[in-house]
Structure formats: structure tokens, C-alpha cells
């Protein structure tokens, strides 16, 4: 359990200028290469011009265009990074030098010597390898001479260097070496998911065996046909410029995931079953097209529909080109039944009974290609495993005998999370690390195969992004180690697990290791201003971070924005807070009496995702909203509530089996809090969100009427057994295994509690959350004859709403309800 003060933290949070006065002024086109000084505190009163709503959902544009998939040249002196050109979609590449330059743009003619994120040194250190729309390039390492490779369409990846100095390369199911001294391209292994060619057999029926003696011309095109498959062999058998490559992997089957070793002489291929994903009804209509008809759009299948995989694991040996199927028997619990006590729960429901059953389980890679990893020589590979049914995680090496050895096993009897799944080989040993959430929080182990594990980081935070140092001495993370919702930058000795903070910077924070080790290029961003590029130097430990881009625009800085606080509201139903946003009315005074103050309580999208904390928001509009709310006089909340992102295993898991509960229990906590804190009148309080949180403002409204007193939904999920399998059935199992779940947790099923006006936005062409879900609840309404509800469509919006016109309209109708109801 997570045992963090009950404080609240304001978050006017820090402006990462040097010099900074209230009123920022630094504008998106001037370039300052000063690092900053100090955190200063950003004032509640933000700029001097309040926003407005038609601003907060203009174009994003105005606010200013961030750097995007920021990246080191081969020289570690050189930051790349990408920039939306205003009014388009269309992305402009920039560098800049990390001694804080101005950044300049890299024209086309250019481009291709912007090093991609799949870039590898060559043995000798001395080359960068990468690809640039598909073709292979090289880039000298000191000096920048850059080299293409390759010339064609194949669209290759770089897979990897091999012992023997050459590249490993891929493209279309096919691998290849790279000479790059000679630039020899080399192809060893083509897969191809057919049968494998018979070849001239001998007849068999009776009837072929006489035609065979009987006609001559049957006869002579029988022996020709032995002659030219035996000429075949002949010539490749003793030739060497004919080389024969390809591996036939059966009919039927579709390629998930193939990894070659370093060592150039295996491959590990995964495998599924090759049958239909999508049936003819997984379509979504769109009434606004080109051509004025309406078009059936592919959906994805539902997870009311959805099928039990499994993955067959081949392991192909490229010198004797023999294949082997590997068994997932020799795994520890392949085939327990952890799902008996849920399907008894159900059987019971329905008069019957079940008793536990042992069967192999489905199980799968968890992440395709990331879940296949050799050690520096390949002569070991470790795979990540995950049972379809969600329970377990196994990371497991194959033995000489081409045989699974679980080398780790994690079990959750909620579900598996689908982040915090890193893992590999250190460098120079055959020791592996991965990240595992067995303690209760995501942290970093390592372990050589057949021996006890090692826990590197320990505490109640959230170790991700892990990068190994060249010489194994570190292993850099990002992590949320003195709060919840600030992320800096640490490292950890592999030797002896002292573990060093890099950065101070108090929002939230990414980073990438510099290619010489010497730097980290940082994102960072605070609550109150968008991502910016940072470089710290870690040669000098105390030096502070160099700001490399300035990219906001005078007129979002100018804007009044209220700065949240950071609350820790205690729960009704455990030891740990619920940490929350709390944006105060502007003219709100400490001590103040008389519940005089209306409330809006916002819930955040995705179920497992972290709003409350100190960086910038994907929720940026939102937050602009809220600022607009708070000058009014209203006070809103935005809690990070049971199931959010953040808070380790058991906070993330108390959904298991009852979405919608947990979550509204929390909610009434804030409501409490803010009566007991904010001078909150409890019975003027208001909700809305979005997909999940669209989701959870129906069960507000629907299970706990009294709480709030009108309510917004938008693109909400009404029936989870039409969302989709990767998400829902973590969740709740599946509709077919467990009924009770989705019962208990789909707002369609309990839409006969509402008593209060609801409004729901709908966007038509959301292939996340159908349109249908609204379809159908609205009409599940209007059957219960309830009044004060009401739906808004936006035909040309997808889940994530574009359109700035949208964007104002869904946003009015809330403004209104709120107006109205509050």
C-alpha cells in the first residue's frame, strides 16, 4: 500500500526559464541558449487575458508547435527532433546542437541523414546504420559522411549486428547480411507460410500405378520431372552462387514475430493460426465521405466474439535448416485452471456447478518482435510469454534440448499489465533483467539463468524506460521515487543497487541516453507548460540542464491559467489517497464558509493512465476548461482514481470483475472532500469525461444518483462486451467465461438509476468505442421512459476528436449543462 503523506502539493509548478518573472515572455521563435537557474514558481495568475472557451478549443496550434520524437545524431553533439508546421499535418525536422543553438531545419534533400530510431553502431564503433524510408544508410560516426546501401522497395529493418561484424537485415519475411565494408547483401532465410513442396513422388492409387506402366508419354514426363528436381539439387548442392533459402512453415498460419541471432545461425519464429480477425458485421458506417454515400469502414472485432490463440514457437536451425516446434509443458502452471473460482461464481449464478479442470492454457509472446531477445553472442534467448487468459507472465530461455526452462513466472490474479514488460541480457554476461510488478510496484530485477533473482530497486513507485549502460555498470530509468506524480531520471548500480537521481526538474520527465554515454537528452514538461527539449551532462553531475528548444507562444503565455494543486484525498475504503487535482476558483479565499461554491469533478480517458501529476497533460483543452470554470467561481477536481496509472499493482488492479465500482466510491470521496475543503455545496456538483471517463459518468449517474447532479459523457463506453479483447478481457476475463463481470460493470445494465440530465456526446466514425454503444443505450432510455437525457452527434469525429468546430461544440453543450444544472 502506498504510504505517502496526506499533502496537499501545490503544482505552480516550475517554469524552466532562467530569470522568470510571473508573466512569461519567452515567444516560440526566440532562442535562448542560458540554461536556467533555478525551479521558480509559476503564480496561480498564469498571464493577464482569460481564457476563453472558442480559444481553449481552437487549433492546438496556437499554443505552440512541441518538438516530437526527439533523438541523438551518431556523435552524441546533435539533438533531431520533429515539429508540426502550422495549419497542416505535416511534420518539419530539426537540429540542434546540444550546446543550445538555435535549432535549424534539415531540408529534404537532407533528411535521409537524420539518423532513425533503429540506429545501431557497427562493430568497430566507428559507423551508425539506420534506415530511411525503408533503404539501408550508414553515417560516419566522426566527421558525418553518410552512405546508401540499398536501393530498392523492400523496406528493410535493421535487425541487429552479427558476430561476424555484418548487419542482420529484414524485410518481406526474409533476412538478410550486410557487408558493410563492401556493401554485400546477402539473403539466408526466406519464411514462407505454405506446405512445403513435395517434389516428384511415386503414384500410389491403383489406377496412376498403371498409367504409369501403361502410357510411355505418362512415363517419359514422369522421369523428366525426377530429372530436373535432381539437376536442382545437384547444382545447388555444388554450386555455391545458388543458394536455396527458404523455410516452409506450413499452410494456414500467420508470422506474428521472427528474431535472428547474433550468432547468425538461428532463428526463433512465432506463429498464429492465419483465420479471419474481423466477421462481416465488424463494420462502422460513415455517413460524411467523399462521394456522398454512405461507406462500411473494417472495424475491430468485439470481445463478445473473440477467440482463445495460442503461438507456435519454431525454432529454425539455418545450417541444417531443421525446425522445431517448442512445448509449453515444461512451463510452471501451463495447465492450472485459474480461472475456476470465477467460472464457479457464474455456474452458481446459473444453478450449475463446475469443478476445477486442468487443460494446457493458450499462451502467446506478449509483445511480438520486444519478446524475443538473445544475449550477445547467441548463443541463449529468452522469451516473454503471456497466457491468453491474462494470469500469467513467464520469461523462459531454450535449452540444448530445444526445451523451455522458466527462468521467472509471474502470476496476478487480476490480470497481467501490458506495460512494465521490459526485459533482455545485459551486455557482457548472460544475465538477464527484466522489470516485475511482484513486489506490488513495477521494479527492476536481474538474474542468471538457474539462479535466485535480484531486486535492483525497491519502494513504492514505478520504475519504466530502462536503457543498460555499454559496460553494464548502470541501468538508467525514469521514475516517480519522492512522488506520485513527479518523474525524474535515475540510474541504479548493477553491482551493488545504489541508486542516484540524474535529474531535479519536478514535472514530468522522458529520456534518451546519449550514443557516447556522456548525456541525457530529457522532455520535459511542467503542469503549466508543454514539452521542451533539455540536456544534462553527466560527466559534470552538478552542472544544470541546458534548455535546447523554446517553443510556446506569447499568446498561450499571456493567458490566465489556474495552476491545480496536488491533494491527497483520503479514501472511505483503504489506506491510500487518491491523489487529485484541485483547481481553485480564483477568487477563492482559504477559511471561507457557507458551501457556497458549485463543483465539477472531470474523469480522466483509459482507465490506466495518471492525470494527476506534475507534467503536462494530454488533457491540455481540458485544462484550459478548467482554468475557464475556476474564473467563474467553480472548483474542479480531477482525481486520479482507483485503476489510474501511478500508483503500483493493487491500486491499478481493484477494478478486477467491478468496473465502475471502485472508481465512483472514489468520487464520492471527493465530493466529500471538497464540502469538507473547498466550501463545496455537495449538492451543486457536476461530472464529465471522456471514453473511460465517459464510461464512469454513466455509472455515476446510474448507480450512485444522488452524488452528482448532471453529468457528461462522452465517447462513452456503454457495454464492455463490445469494446475491444487486449483491454477489456484483463479486466473482466470474457463474456462467455464471465458473465457476472460484465453485467456488473456495463452502464447499460443499471441505466435505470438515472434520475438526473445527462448528456451524451457521440462521435459516428469511433472505431475505438462504437457508435453503437450509444445507439443502444439511448434507445435502452427511452424504453425506461426517462427524461432530462440527451445525445449529440459528431459525424466526422473519430474517438479523438480533430475538428476545432467539434471540439467547441461538445464543449458548449457541457458549459451549458453545468450552467444549467449547477
Known amino acids: 500500500m502506498l504510504k505517502h503523506t496526506l499533502i496537499s502539493v501545490a503544482v505552480t509548478s516550475a517554469l524552466l526559464l532562467s530569470g522568470c518573472s510571473s508573466t512569461a515572455t519567452q515567444s516560440s521563435t526566440t532562442q535562448n541558449s542560458t540554461p536556467f537557474s533555478a525551479v521558480v514558481q509559476t503564480p496561480v495568475d498564469f498571464g493577464g487575458e482569460r481564457i476563453t472557451l472558442e480559444q481553449a478549443m481552437a487549433d492546438p496550434d496556437w499554443i505552440g508547435r512541441q518538438p516530437e520524437t526527439a533523438t541523438w545524431s551518431a556523435d552524441s553533439k546533435t539533438v533531431y527532433f520533429n515539429q508540426k508546421q502550422a495549419g497542416t499535418v505535416v511534420r518539419d525536422t530539426f537540429m540542434v546542437s546540444v550546446e543550445g543553438d538555435t535549432p535549424t531545419p534539415v531540408p529534404l534533400s537532407q533528411l535521409h541523414q537524420a539518423t532513425g530510431s533503429d540506429a545501431l553502431l557497427s562493430a568497430d564503433k566507428q559507423l551508425q546504420v539506420y534506415t530511411f524510408k525503408g533503404n539501408v544508410f550508414t553515417k560516419a560516426v566522426n566527421g558525418g559522411a553518410v552512405r546508401q546501401l540499398t536501393f530498392d522497395s523492400l523496406h528493410y529493418r535493421v535487425q541487429g549486428l552479427l558476430n561476424s561484424g555484418l548487419i542482420a537485415l529484414s524485410a518481406d519475411d526474409a533476412f538478410f547480411t550486410l557487408d558493410l565494408t563492401t556493401g554485400e547483401r546477402k539473403e539466408i532465410a526466406k519464411l514462407i507460410t505454405k506446405d512445403a513442396p513435395k517434389g516428384v513422388t511415386e503414384p500410389t492409387t491403383y489406377l496412376a500405378k498403371n498409367e504409369l506402366k501403361l502410357i510411355k508419354y505418362i ?5 523428366n520431372a525426377k530429372d530436373r528436381e535432381a539437376r536442382k539439387k545437384d547444382l545447388t548442392a555444388q554450386n555455391d552462387t545458388v543458394v536455396d533459402t527458404a523455410f516452409y512453415l506450413g499452410k494456414g498460419k500467420r508470422i506474428v514475430a521472427s528474431s535472428l541471432s547474433p550468432a547468425g545461425d538461428k532463428l526463433v519464429v512465432a506463429l498464429k493460426p492465419d483465420t479471419p480477425r474481423q466477421a462481416e ?42 525446425q522445431q516446434v517448442l512445448a509449453y509443458d515444461t512451463l510452471p502452471g501451463f495447465d492450472e485452471d485459474v480461472l475456476a473460482s470465477v467460472k464457479a461464481e457464474n455456474a452458481k449464478a446459473q444453478g450449475k456447478t463446475y469443478s ?17 531477445k538473445w544475449n550477445r553472442d547467441g548463443s541463449q534467448v529468452a522469451l516473454m510469454l503471456e ?57 527492476l530485477y536481474t538474474k542468471v539463468p538457474g539462479q535466485k533473482a535480484k531486486q535492483l530497486t525497491q519502494g513504492q513507485f514505478e520504475v519504466s524506460s530502462l536503457t543498460i549502460a555499454a559496460n553494464d555498470e548502470y541501468a538508467y530509468f ?11 531520471i535515475y540510474r541504479v548500480s548493477l553491482a551493488d543497487g545504489k541508486t542516484e537521481a540524474l535529474t531535479a526538474l519536478d514535472g514530468m520527465t522522458d529520456y534518451e541516453l546519449s550514443p557516447d554515454e556522456t548525456k541525457l537528452l530529457l522532455q520535459h514538461s511542467t503542469v503549466m507548460l508543454p514539452t521542451e527539449l533539455y540536456v544534462k551532462n553527466l560527466n559534470q553531475p552538478n552542472a544544470e540542464v541546458k534548455r535546447l528548444t523554446y517553443t510556446v507562444s506569447d499568446a498561450f503565455l499571456n493567458k490566465q491559467l489556474v495552476a491545480p494543486q496536488i491533494v491527497a484525498v483520503p479514501s472511505s475504503h483503504g489506506d491510500t489517497p487518491i491523489y487529485a487535482k484541485v483547481y481553485y476558483p480564483t477568487d477563492y479565499k482559504p477559511g471561507e464558509t457557507g458551501k457556497t461554491r458549485k463543483a465539477v469533478i472531470f474523469n480522466h480517458g483509459a482507465g490506466y493512465l495518471q492525470n494527476s501529476h506534475m507534467g503536462w497533460s494530454v488533457y491540455f483543452r481540458e485544462f484550459m476548461f478548467h482554468s475557464l470554470l475556476a474564473n467563474e467561481g467553480y472548483v474542479v477536481m480531477d482525481m486520479d482514481y482507483r485503476a489510474s496509472k501511478g500508483y503500483g499493482r493493487d491500486w491499478r488492479t481493484a477494478i478486477y470483475r467491478q468496473m465502475g465500482t471502485p472508481e465512483i466510491q472514489d468520487l464520492a470521496d471527493g465530493v466529500k472532500w471538497m464540502a469538507e475543503n473547498a466550501n463545496v455545496n455537495s449538492g451543486k456538483v457536476g461530472t464529465y469525461g471522456g471514453s473511460y471517463g465517459g464510461f464512469m459518468t454513466f455509472m455515476a449517474l446510474f448507480t450512485a444518483p444522488e452524488l452528482f447532479q448532471s453529468g457528461a459523457a462522452l465517447r ?7 469494446y475491444n479483447t487486449a483491454y477489456t478481457s484483463n479486466i ?18 443499471h441505466a435505470e438509476g438515472l434520475n438526473k440530465p445527462l448528456l451524451i456526446n457521440a462521435p459516428m466514425v469511433d472505431d475505438n468505442v462504437f457508435f453503437h454503444d450509444v445507439v443502444r443505450l439511448h434507445q435502452r432510455l427511452i ?28 464543449y458548449r453543450r457541457i458549459y451549458k449543462l453545468f450552467k444549467t444544472t449547477l
Open 716 to 722: 462513452p463506453v456503454a457495454d464492455w462486451a463490445y
Open 732 to 749: 473482466l476475463n470474457t463474456p462467455d467465461v464471465d458473465p457476472i463481470a460484465y453485467e456488473r460493470s456495463s452502464p447499460i445494465f
Open 783 to 810: 424504453e425506461l421512459e426517462k427524461q432530462d437525457f440527451e445525445t449529440a452527434i459528431f459525424p466526422v469525429e473519430s474517438h479523438g476528436f480533430v475538428q476545432p468546430s467539434s471540439w467547441l461544440d461538445e
Open 387 to 443: 497466457a491468453w487468459d491474462n494470469k500469467d507472465r513467464w520469461i523462459a530461455t531454450i535449452d540444448k534440448n530445444s526445451k523451455l526452462v522458466s527462468q521467472h513466472r509471474l502470476h496476478d490474479d487480476a490480470w497481467i499489465n501490458y506495460t512494465f514488460n521490459e526485459f533482455g541480457w545485459l551486455n557482457n554476461s548472460d544475465t538477464l533483467y527484466y522489470l516485475s510488478e511482484e513486489s506490488g510496484f513495477s521494479h
Open 478 to 488: 525514469k521514475a516517480n521515487q519522492k512522488h506520485p506524480g513527479i518523474y525524474e
Open 281 to 322: 458485421h465488424d463494420i462502422m458506417p460513415a455517413y460524411v465521405t467523399k462521394d456522398g454515400n454512405i461507406k462500411a469502414v473494417p472495424a475491430r472485432q468485439r470481445v463478445a466474439e473473440a477467440k482463445s490463440e495460442n503461438t507456435e514457437l519454431v525454432v529454425i536451425n539455418l545450417a541444417d535448416k531443421t
Open 219 to 223: 512415363a517419359v514426363e514422369h522421369q
Open 356 to 372: 476445477a479442470q486442468k487443460a494446457p492454457r493458450d499462451i502467446n509472446l506478449i509483445n511480438s518482435d520486444s519478446s524475443i
